[in-house]
Structure formats: structure tokens, C-alpha cells
């Protein structure tokens, strides 16, 4: 059962859960969410197991100030008018992800942009600022329910799965972060949200651009996140020039011949699993493999969002937008 602790005496026991790899509920002047450390995928897969989420959607990663947010995405002049005008707010913006950045690549789902945001509350700020990293903070609820403004909504949704919901009251906007996509000099609306568009047109001198005609509104895409190769799943034998994408401690017929292999998790466990899933695509993709295969994953807890990635990527590359 989770303990419920008024925000004013609760930053040290926050900040001590979440160095440790924990979730923690937190209060944020938009809605109340569901922080973990962004450089750790274990941390992040638990958000997902926790919240039950069928799909790794790209989440926010949350800095305290903009040092930090400069440390993992790259600010064009535009994205710092933007910055400077609405933060700390609810506006998140979508920039290119800093090279060498310690996001890990479960908060982006594997993208090489990040959707950043300084939040107005105060006390998640100096939560940000004790842990000394970036939080990947979505929505404290259940997935498929609508997200929690109170600490009560939260218990009621979360109380069973996580230790420690910080109380800062009702929070005061109650909507999501309106969320833009800073594109060269194009500003693209990805999400209506807490900052009105006009106050964002007013202050560009320009009008926010609609993600029509199949642009990428992230996970839209059934084939979104493929790799180059082509992909082959649920394979029971490795073809001759593939790589393998391995699960568990049982191999795939001809896993030896395999141009490459990476196992999400020679133990076949799922949160491993969820941590590896898109660096180990990368990385067989760049063998220049005809295909990679990718051995059979169970299809609970994690294991439905990794099948879900996993069709994704073998989806044909130009098939139709699907609703997410
Ligand atoms: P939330 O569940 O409120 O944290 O929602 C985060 C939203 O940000 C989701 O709609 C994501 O799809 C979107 N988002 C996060 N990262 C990216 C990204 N790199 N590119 C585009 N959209 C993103
Ligand atoms: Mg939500």
C-alpha cells in the first residue's frame, strides 16, 4: 500500500526511492505523475509495468533547469525563445536528443528526438534537482484511464503498486502539457495542453503547424520505429544472413549460423528485457544482416509493449497510420 506524504516533508524520501530505481507519484502543476530516474531502464520499465501500459510511447523527461535540459537535448534559437517564454510550464517541446545524452532510450522509445519540459511545480523541481537526473514523469493512473489531479485519484488508481504518493493538493492547471515539436523553423503541434496555442503563436510571430499528411505524431506509424533490416518474428530457425534477436535461455535453430545475436534476456525476464529492446535492435541493424529474427516473447506484463514495438518494426514500411 502506498504511503500518502504532504509534499513539504516528503523531498528526501522522494529523491532516496528514485535513486534507487524506484516510482514515486508526484505532484506537478498539470497532473499528478509517475516519476522515475530517465537514465535508468529498469526504473523506466517499471512505469510501464506499473501503469500496464500495451505500448512504449516516447514519455517526457522532466529537468529541474535548463542546464540540465541542455544536457540531453540540443536547443535551436526558437526552442529557447520557447523555453525562456513558458518555463517552468506546462509546454513540453520535442529536440533533438543531445549526443551522448544518459537518457536511456525507453523514455524516447528509441527515437533520436526527446520531448523536454521544466515543470512550474516547485517541489518537483527540487525533487529533479536532489536526484541530480532527469525524471520520465507520465500520467500517475492506470492506462486507458484518465489521469489523476489529486493524491486521492492517484491511491485509488496506483495505491496497490507503488510505495510513496507525494500530496501537494489538487494540482492547479489539471490538463497534460501542451506538447510541440520544434522542427527548423516550423513549430508543430503534437498535443493541445496546459499552454494555450495562440500565447505560443503570439510569441513565435507564427502559426503552429498541424502533424497532418502522415508526419510522425510519435507511435502513429505502424512501422514507426523499423529498423533497416527486415524482421522476421516468432521464428522457431535462423535463416542464413540473419541476426537474432534472442529471448531466454533456449536457442533458435541455427542460432550459430546468425550474423549476429543479441538476447533481450538470457534468464527470460521481461523488464531486462524491455531495457534492451531498442539498443539491441540498433545494434543488429547495424550488421547489415538480410533480417533480423527475433525468437518468440511471452505476450504478459512487459511482454505485450515489447510485441507490440516488435510488430511495429516488422510492419510494412509503407503502411497506413494506426490510431495510438
Ligand atoms: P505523457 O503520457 O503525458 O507523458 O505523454 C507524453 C507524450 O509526449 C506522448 O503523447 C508522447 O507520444 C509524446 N512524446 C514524447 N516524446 C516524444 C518524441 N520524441 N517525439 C514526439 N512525441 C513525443
Ligand atoms: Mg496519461
Request: glycine residues 8%.
Amino acid at each position: 500500500m502506498a504511503e500518502i506524504v504532504a509534499q513539504d516533508v516528503a523531498l528526501a524520501k522522494a529523491a532516496a526511492l528514485l535513486a534507487a530505481g524506484d516510482l514515486v507519484a508526484v505532484p506537478t502543476e498539470t497532473v499528478y505523475g509517475l516519476a522515475a530516474d530517465a537514465t535508468s531502464g529498469e526504473a523506466v520499465a517499471r512505469i510501464f509495468e506499473v501503469k500496464r501500459r500495451p505500448r512504449f510511447n516516447p514519455l517526457i523527461a522532466h529537468a529541474g533547469d535548463l542546464a540540465m535540459a541542455r544536457s540531453y537535448a540540443v536547443f535551436t534559437p526558437l526552442a529557447r525563445k520557447l523555453a525562456e517564454a513558458f518555463w517552468p510550464g506546462p509546454l513540453t517541446l520535442v529536440l533533438p536528443l543531445a549526443d551522448g545524452a544518459a537518457i536511456h532510450p525507453l523514455v524516447t522509445a528509441g527515437l533520436d528526438t526527446v520531448a523536454v519540459r521544466i515543470p512550474r511545480s516547485e517541489f518537483a523541481r527540487a525533487l529533479i534537482g536532489e536526484v541530480g537526473r532527469p525524471l520520465a514523469a507520465p500520467s500517475a493512473n492506470r492506462s486507458g484511464r484518465i489521469s489523476a489531479t489529486t493524491a486521492e485519484d492517484v491511491e485509488a488508481e496506483l495505491g496497490d503498486r507503488i510505495k510513496l504518493i507525494v500530496d501537494g493538493g489538487p494540482t492547479p492547471v489539471g490538463v497534460e502539457s501542451t506538447i510541440v515539436k520544434v522542427d527548423g523553423d516550423q513549430i508543430i503541434l503534437l498535443r493541445p495542453g496546459g499552454t494555450p496555442t495562440d500565447a505560443l503563436e503570439e510569441l513565435a510571430g507564427m502559426k503552429l503547424v498541424a502533424p497532418g499528411g502522415g508526419i510522425e505524431a510519435p507511435g502513429m506509424m505502424a512501422s514507426h520505429y523499423a529498423p533497416e533490416a527486415a524482421m522476421r518474428l516468432d521464428v522457431a530457425e535462423v535463416r542464413p544472413g540473419e541476426a537474432l534477436l534472442a529471448f531466454g535461455p533456449n536457442r533458435a535453430a541455427g542460432a550459430d549460423h546468425a550474423a549476429a545475436v543479441r538476447n533481450l534476456s538470457p534468464s527470460g525476464d521481461l523488464r531486462e528485457a524491455a531495457t534492451a529492446l531498442f539498443s539491441s535492435l540498433r545494434e543488429l541493424d547495424r550488421v547489415g544482416a538480410s533480417a533480423i529474427a527475433v525468437e518468440p516473447i511471452p505476450e504478459h506484463g512487459l511482454g505485450e509493449a515489447i510485441n507490440d514495438r516488435l510488430r511495429r518494426a516488422a510492419a510494412p514500411r509503407d503502411s497506413a497510420p494506426v490510431n495510438d
